[in-house]
């Protein structure tokens, strides 16, 4: 099976669209997992419509990465025939759903760094970035309203959902530094005002992270030394690769094939 | 204004109303013109008409369908080798529903959305949303998502109905 390649050295815009779709795609792909499994039916209509908007912001920035591109190729052809090394989501997006709990933490972690980040991007001097980001910042700003809620009531709530809660922020905790990182390829569009400094987000991230939390009454985290980290160069969890081979299973096995 | 530039207002016109009279497919009693996903229209350098359209939602199924449903209206309509464009800026707001949309919304038992969006609080506050049936704007949240992208479901505390309630964006 042909794996389309877009190597580390393409063009910086290229590179941080598909990384912005990837994480979309990824995220959006692991809550639609929940159809059918979701604890009660308002909040599986809940998960599969956040999917339903970061699934469609993902088809916006392939479509934008495969004119990036040039070489014909299609936003289909970028979501379904790249093999894991080749993707570059945040890792956080690609791990299981884990249970409620685990679910909407990440979604809240997510949405709160996403949304100050849709917000600044939509000052992009890149014209195609900024209208795709000032559409996405109004739905993460309802995802993080959504998720906020959540981390608040099952934090707040019973022994059981504290200590749900209490251990997803555990494992979650690890994986939101690779959010705020910027390497040489990020670093070259925020010298020409295409992108915005994520570090620059952090404070705010921090600030809306020890609210919700502190209403929680769930502990804030101390400072890791050390945070997980790679996906956007493409080392990504043993996760990925089965989540992919579920996802691509139709394009790789029937070549072409359209509805 | 040239003959030719006459003729263009005019068929830009025919397609305007054309592809506004086609009805949202999951709330069919809105057009896309009462809905704002109809943007504008324009002749192109070949004599074609091509229509813009915006999505509500990034994720919006619906597109696809308004897009066929458009070029079909056009055609039928006698425009010439009509195009829909897909434009997501300026981003879609609740403000561009017309005033006839909110109407004929709350008559088919949606609360429409508030006549200004602002953004609401994060956490805690809750806007003000009038029941479609009895008025009552003892209303409350029942779940921030409902059955497609752009609505809440609510329940109305004074006449006991559940309502759709077209989220505010």
């Given at each position: 099976?042909?794996s389309?390649?877009?190597?580390?050295?393409?063009?910086?815009?290229?590179?941080?669209?598909?990384?912005?779709?990837?994480?979309?795609?990824?995220?959006g792909?692991?809550?639609?997992?929940?159809?059918?499994?979701?604890?009660?039916?308002?909040?599986?209509?809940?998960?599969?419509?956040?999917?339903?908007?970061?699934?469609?912001?993902?088809?916006?920035?392939?479509d934008?990465?495969?004119?990036?591109?040039?070489?014909?190729?299609?936003?289909?052809?970028?979501?379904?025939?790249?093999?894991?090394?080749?993707?570059?989501?945040?890792?956080?997006?690609?791990?299981?759903?884990?249970?409620?709990?685990h679910?909407?933490?990440?979604?809240?972690?997510?949405?709160?760094?996403?949304?100050?980040?849709?917000?600044?991007?939509?000052?992009?001097?890149?014209?195609?970035?900024?209208?795709?980001?000032?559409?996405?910042?109004?739905?993460?700003?309802?995802?993080?309203?959504?998720?906020?809620?959540?981390?608040?009531?099952?934090?707040?709530?019973?022994d059981?959902?504290?200590?749900?809660?209490?251990?997803?922020?555990?494992?979650?905790?690890?994986?939101?530094?690779?959010?705020?990182?910027?390497?040489?390829?990020?670093?070259?569009?925020?010298?020409?005002?295409?992108?915005?400094?994520?570090?620059?987000?952090?404070?705010?991230?921090?600030?809306?992270?020890?609210?919700?939390?502190?209403?929680?009454?769930?502990?804030?985290?101390?400072?890791?030394?050390?945070?997980?980290?790679g996906?956007?160069?493409?080392?990504?969890?043993?996760?990925?690769?089965?989540l992919?081979?579920?996802?691509?299973?139709?394009?790789?096995?029937?070549?072409?094939?359209?509805w | 204004?040239?003959?030719?530039?006459?003729?263009?207002?005019?068929?830009?016109?025919?397609?305007?109303?054309?592809?506004?009279?086609?009805?949202?497919p999951?709330?069919?009693?809105?057009?896309?013109?009462?809905?704002?996903?109809?943007?504008?229209?324009?002749?192109?350098?070949?004599?074609?008409?091509?229509?813009?359209?915006?999505?509500?939602?990034?994720?919006?199924?619906?597109?696809?369908?308004?897009?066929?449903?458009?070029?079909?209206?056009?055609?039928?309509a006698g425009?010439?080798?009509?195009?829909?464009?897909?434009?997501?800026?300026?981003?879609?707001?609740?403000?561009?529903?017309?005033?006839?949309?909110?109407?004929?919304?709350?008559?088919?038992?949606?609360?429409?959305?508030?006549?200004?969006?602002?953004?609401?609080?994060?956490?805690?506050?809750?806007?003000e949303?009038?029941?479609?049936?009895?008025?009552?704007?003892?209303?409350?949240?029942?779940?921030?998502?409902?059955?497609?992208?752009?609505?809440?479901?609510?329940?109305?505390?004074?006449?006991?109905?559940?309502?759709?309630?077209?989220?505010?964006?």
């Amino acid at each position: 099976m042909t794996s389309i390649l877009v190597a580390q050295d393409a063009p910086p815009l290229l590179l941080h669209v598909l990384r912005l779709a990837d994480t979309a795609l990824v995220l959006g792909h692991r809550l639609s997992e929940w159809t059918g499994r979701a604890p009660m039916l308002e909040e599986e209509l809940a998960l599969a419509n956040a999917a339903l908007d970061y699934i469609g912001q993902a088809r916006s920035l392939y479509d934008y990465a495969a004119r990036l591109d040039g070489r014909g190729r299609t936003e289909d052809d970028l979501a379904y025939l790249r093999d894991t090394p080749d993707w570059r989501c945040w890792l956080i997006a690609e791990l299981p759903n884990g249970d409620f709990a685990h679910s909407v933490l990440r979604q809240f972690l997510v949405a709160a760094a996403l949304q100050p980040y849709w917000r600044a991007l939509a000052a992009s001097r890149d014209a195609t970035l900024a209208a795709i980001a000032a559409k996405a910042e109004k739905e993460a700003a309802y995802h993080l309203r959504h998720a906020g809620e959540w981390v608040i009531r099952l934090g707040d709530g019973t022994d059981e959902s504290h200590r749900r809660m209490t251990e997803a922020l555990e494992d979650l905790w690890p994986y939101t530094g690779e959010m705020f990182e910027a390497d040489a390829v990020e670093a070259a569009l925020v010298a020409e005002g295409v992108a915005p400094d994520p570090l620059a987000l952090r404070p705010a991230w921090e600030a809306m992270v020890a609210r919700v939390l502190a209403e929680a009454t769930l502990d804030l985290p101390a400072p890791c030394a050390w945070m997980q980290s790679g996906g956007r160069r493409g080392v990504h969890t043993e996760h990925l690769g089965h989540l992919l081979a579920v996802m691509q299973h139709l394009p790789r096995s029937y070549p072409g094939a359209v509805w | 204004m040239s003959v030719v530039a006459l003729a263009d207002a005019a068929l830009r016109q025919r397609a305007l109303a054309a592809a506004g009279a086609v009805a949202d497919p999951e709330i069919p009693v809105l057009s896309i013109a009462d809905l704002g996903v109809l943007r504008d229209a324009r002749v192109t350098e070949d004599g074609g008409v091509e229509v813009d359209i915006t999505p509500t939602y990034s994720g919006c199924p619906a597109m696809g369908m308004i897009a066929v449903q458009v070029e079909a209206a056009l055609l039928a309509a006698g425009l010439p080798a009509p195009r829909v464009r897909l434009v997501l800026s300026p981003a879609w707001t609740t403000d561009w529903m017309s005033a006839e949309g909110r109407a004929k919304l709350r008559d088919y038992g949606i609360a429409p959305p508030a006549p200004r969006a602002t953004r609401r609080g994060l956490f805690g506050l809750e806007e003000e949303v009038a029941c479609p049936r009895c008025g009552s704007t003892a209303t409350e949240t029942l779940s921030e998502f409902g059955s497609t992208a752009c609505k809440a479901l609510r329940r109305c505390t004074a006449c006991r109905e559940p309502f759709d309630h077209f989220k505010c964006l």
